[in-house]
């Protein structure tokens, strides 16, 4: 019989930390959805007493989902906990996931404290979530960094004191996988009363070891990982979902089970990627568009002949379906409908599907062939029907020779503005223009563009962050214009300062 393995999933909670990425409850609700048809075990929703946001997602999570249990992240302090619990009250199976520092950089340098004051802190947190929650989880931030008698120590009381769970967090991802295995076995062996709880690990993939540390941590006795869709988190990221998923389908030989339904990894990536505005790279594992490409002639000769010369994964096991129907502009509404459900997206609501089939022929007329990352970019570009700033229109004058002049129109809460103004090339003379309708001080800090396939009549996508009243606002603008794309990645900055 093969050893069962929880998969606790930190999407919306570490996954969501990335800087531009961030979620609101509705999306949050849809990610949380598609989590539980995917299998994960555990939702970690959110970090409630971090914002009245977070409270609201966790506590709106916990009525929209039944079988995970929800998690809600901590501090070891007892007013986090008190919240902690407050947001988890309509969870249908709740866990408070509480804990703290436990390396001697965190102790020294983060706390000014001692090991044994971090000990009885680690105690004392744990046995005031038990008396909310029966299912409490506790974490060793850093670790991975962590002298592994003090750990084993640390492990074994806050088990005593009530933990269901311990997370032994690679936090700075610098462990060898070596080195964390050897931690995780040194715990199996150490703690007296190590079969009271489950060990969980939560790598970051700073050097790029997450998955690889993960997996070792599991070979070694580890029956719960935290991990994010296609591997997003702060810094790095985190080991990606889908990653281990796929090492134990294939790996037979490991005989440890998940509950996750591979087939749903790849529209729950798409959909994660769309909503969080964050491109999965081209070669990711698993998820990446050329996961499944073959471009060398001898790979091509192999696949052709049989496919396992070269692929160790049917695509059709991660939902990848490589039939795919080509979407034109004498695509109709069935087609298009298939695309968007294929890629994770609700479209029961015929007025959106109306409205999202209107945006889809504009700009099949633009294209010859419209890719899902076109039909992801237009699902989400209806979120933009609710701002108070909107572009009405946009006019470019540019050429070798010519100085660029940009003419800017914008409806405001229903009024209408205009302005013009020359620039250093189109995009910087448009946003001149757009910033003297404005009138705010704002400064941009960071532009990227990017296209999504080759061929110039894609959609390039533009992400911005522009600084205002000392507080950094990301924005994300989509088109087949890219100096248009640029002004609506500006505007959607200026709509969320103006919140």
Same mark, same amino acid.
């Given at each position: 019989?093969?050893?069962?393995?929880?998969?606790?999933?930190?999407?919306?909670r570490d996954?969501?930390q990335v800087p531009?990425?961030?979620?609101?409850t509705?999306?949050?609700?849809?990610?949380?959805?598609q989590l539980?048809?995917?299998?994960v075990?555990?939702?970690?929703?959110?970090f409630?007493i971090?914002?009245?946001?977070?409270?609201?997602s966790?506590?709106?999570?916990?009525?929209?989902?039944?079988w995970?249990t929800?998690?809600?992240l901590?501090?070891?302090?007892e007013?986090?906990i008190?919240?902690a619990?407050?947001?988890?009250?309509?969870?249908?199976?709740k866990?408070?996931h509480?804990?703290?520092g436990?390396?001697?950089?965190?102790?020294?340098?983060?706390?000014n404290?001692n090991?044994?004051?971090i000990?009885?802190?680690?105690?004392r947190?744990?046995?005031?979530?038990?008396?909310?929650?029966?299912?409490?989880e506790?974490?060793?931030?850093?670790?991975?960094?962590?002298?592994?008698?003090?750990?084993?120590?640390v492990?074994e009381?806050?088990i005593?004191a009530?933990?269901t769970?311990?997370?032994i967090p690679?936090?700075t991802?610098y462990c060898?996988?070596?080195?964390?295995?050897?931690?995780?076995k040194?715990l199996?062996?150490h703690v007296s009363n190590?079969?009271?709880?489950i060990?969980s690990?939560?790598?970051?993939n700073d050097?790029g070891?997450?998955?690889?540390?993960?997996l070792?941590?599991?070979?070694?006795?580890?029956?719960?990982?935290?991990?994010?869709?296609?591997g997003?988190g702060?810094?790095?990221g985190n080991?990606?979902?889908e990653?281990?998923a796929?090492i134990?389908?294939?790996?037979?030989g490991?005989?440890i089970?998940t509950?996750?339904?591979t087939?749903?990894i790849?529209?729950v990536?798409?959909?994660?990627s769309?909503?969080?505005?964050?491109?999965?790279q081209p070669?990711?594992a698993i998820?990446g568009?050329?996961? /499944?490409?073959? +471009? @060398?002639g001898?790979?091509?000769d192999g696949?052709?002949k049989?496919v396992?010369?070269?692929? $160790? =994964?049917?695509?059709?096991?991660i939902?990848?379906d490589?039939?795919?129907?080509?979407l034109?502009a004498r695509?109709?509404?069935?087609a298009?409908?298939?695309?968007l459900?294929v890629?994770?997206v609700?479209?029961?609501d015929?007025?959106?599907?109306?409205?999202?089939?209107?945006?889809f022929l504009?700009?099949?007329?633009?294209?010859k062939e419209?890719n899902?990352d076109?039909?992801?970019?237009?699902?989400?570009a209806d979120?933009?029907a609710?701002h108070?700033?909107?572009?009405?229109?946009?006019?470019?004058?540019?050429?070798?020779?010519?100085?660029?002049?940009?003419?800017?129109?914008l409806?405001i809460?229903?009024q209408? /503005?205009e302005? +013009? @103004?020359?620039?250093n090339?189109?995009?910087?003379?448009?946003?001149?223009a757009l910033?003297r $309708? =404005?009138r705010?001080?704002?400064?941009?800090?960071?532009?990227?563009?990017q296209?999504i396939?080759k061929g110039?009549?894609?959609?390039?996508?533009v992400?911005?962050?522009?600084?205002y009243?000392?507080?950094?606002?990301?924005?994300f603008?989509a088109?087949?214009?890219?100096v248009?794309?640029?002004?609506?990645?500006y505007?959607?900055?200026i709509?969320?300062?103006?919140k």
């Open positions: 019989m093969s050893d069962r393995l929880f998969i606790f999933d930190t999407t919306l996954g969501e531009g990425c961030q979620l609101n509705v999306e949050k609700i849809q990610v949380a959805k539980e048809l995917l299998g075990d555990v939702i970690e929703a959110g409630p971090s914002s009245p946001g977070d409270y609201n966790v506590m709106e999570i916990s009525k929209a989902v039944t995970p929800i998690c809600a901590t501090r070891a302090v007013k986090d008190d919240v619990a407050e947001s988890l009250q309509y969870a249908k199976h866990r408070i509480t804990g703290i436990t390396s001697d950089y965190h102790i020294k340098y983060k706390f404290s090991r044994d004051e000990l009885e802190r680690a105690v947190a744990t046995a005031y979530a038990k008396k909310y929650v029966e299912d409490v506790f974490y060793a931030e850093d670790a991975g960094r962590t002298d592994n008698e003090y750990l084993a120590r492990v009381a806050v005593a009530g933990a769970v311990v997370n690679d936090t991802g060898l996988p070596s080195e964390f295995g050897a931690k995780i040194y199996m062996e190590i079969d009271k709880a060990i690990t939560h790598c970051h050097l070891m997450a998955t690889a540390n993960t070792e941590g599991v070979l070694n006795g580890a029956r719960q990982v935290e991990v994010t869709i296609n997003i702060e810094r790095a080991t990606s979902l990653e281990i796929m134990l389908k294939c790996h037979k490991i005989n089970d509950n996750i339904n087939q749903k790849y529209p990536s798409r959909m994660v769309s909503l969080m505005n964050m491109p999965v070669n990711k998820v568009r050329n996961a /499944f490409a073959h +471009s @060398s001898i790979h091509q696949v052709l049989n396992q010369t070269y692929e $160790i =994964i049917d695509p059709k096991d939902g990848l490589n039939n795919a129907i080509v034109t695509s109709g509404r069935a298009l409908r298939y695309r459900e890629n994770g609700d479209v029961r015929e007025a959106k599907l109306d409205k999202l089939y209107k945006a504009e700009l099949a007329d633009k294209k419209i899902d076109d039909i992801l970019m237009l699902a989400g979120t933009a609710s108070s700033v909107k572009l009405d229109y946009l006019q470019v004058t540019t050429g070798k020779g010519v100085k660029s002049v940009a003419s800017v129109g409806d809460a229903g209408k /503005f302005e +013009s @103004s020359s620039g090339g189109p995009v910087d003379a448009a946003i001149k910033k $309708i =404005i705010k001080q704002m400064t941009l800090k960071e532009f990227t563009i296209a396939s110039s009549d894609d959609v390039g996508k992400h911005m962050q522009v600084e009243a000392g507080s950094v606002y990301y924005g603008g088109n087949t214009d890219i248009t794309a640029s002004v609506e990645a505007i959607d900055c709509n969320k300062f103006r």
